[in-house]
């Protein structure tokens, strides 16, 4: 069944800084692959999504995803990072079950973001 | 348009107590969707409805009960709280045609 996991529960970088955060996937299909934001105390916020189409995703905010079967990777990246990109991401693939789909989360990761 | 709205944000409880937290959405979508989400585990399902008038158990369902009242409305009861449930709860939805789910900004409950 399909499921991923996230490296590191928390990650620090400075302002300006690369980010990188980091999901693997498994799955025996072609899988469909997002990265969700929570800024505190708010819901979740669609950052990219991958459905099979270009490996490497834009998304919202300047974040970038790209997926790489050989590694079984969708890491998230920004090139340079903004006080305001302090929040939890999630990744979450697409599990086909009975004929129905659901999300299935990584435990995710909290990005800190310092001066 | 205001996308996925819940009720209460906020609700304490004492165990035993029972409530229900309620989750509308005007996007005309058929699936919608119950999570709750724990520090270090992300986001479980707990029950979700593919179209009006079903509903089907997610991996965490035990003590939760749900209605599909119509297209918009999908709700969540807890019969009998216990503080295992203390947790944060988001209702989501989405299209058919589409696998991007919309979140709700969650319920914060409590069972003490």
């Known amino acids: 069944a399909q499921s991923v996991t996230q490296l590191g529960s928390h990650v620090s970088v400075s302002e300006g800084a690369l980010v990188l955060l980091r999901c693997n996937y498994s799955?025996?299909?072609?899988?469909?692959l997002f990265w969700y934001v929570q800024y505190p105390n708010q819901g979740l916020q669609l950052l990219l999504k991958?459905?099979?189409?270009?490996?490497l995703v834009k998304g919202i905010n300047g974040f970038e995803a790209e997926f790489k079967k050989s590694e079984t990777s969708f890491h998230l990246t920004k090139p340079s990072a903004h006080m305001s990109d302090a929040a939890e991401y999630f990744c979450a693939v697409i599990r086909f079950s009975g004929g129905y789909n659901k999300l299935i989360f990584g435990a995710g990761t909290r990005l800190a973001v310092h001066p | 348009n205001a996308g996925v709205t819940q009720t209460p944000k906020f609700q304490v409880l004492k165990t035993g107590q029972s409530m229900t937290l309620q989750c509308a959405q005007d996007?005309?979508?058929?699936?919608m969707y119950w999570y709750r989400q724990d520090p270090g585990m992300g986001l479980r399902l707990i029950y979700y409805?593919?179209?009006?008038?079903?509903?089907d158990k997610g991996e965490v369902p035990n003590g939760y009960n749900v209605s599909r009242l119509n297209k918009r409305e999908f709700s969540l009861r807890l019969e009998s709280a216990a503080p295992s449930q203390t947790s944060v709860y988001f209702c989501?939805?989405?299209?058919?045609?589409?696998?991007?789910?919309?979140f709700g900004p969650g319920t914060r409950l409590t069972v003490t």
């Open positions: 799955s025996s299909v072609p899988p469909y």
């Open positions: 991958y459905t099979s189409a270009a490996t």
């Open positions: 996007m005309n979508h058929n699936s």
């Open positions: 409805s593919a179209s009006e008038g079903t509903t």
């Open positions: 989501a939805s989405r299209a058919t045609s589409s696998y991007e789910q919309y």
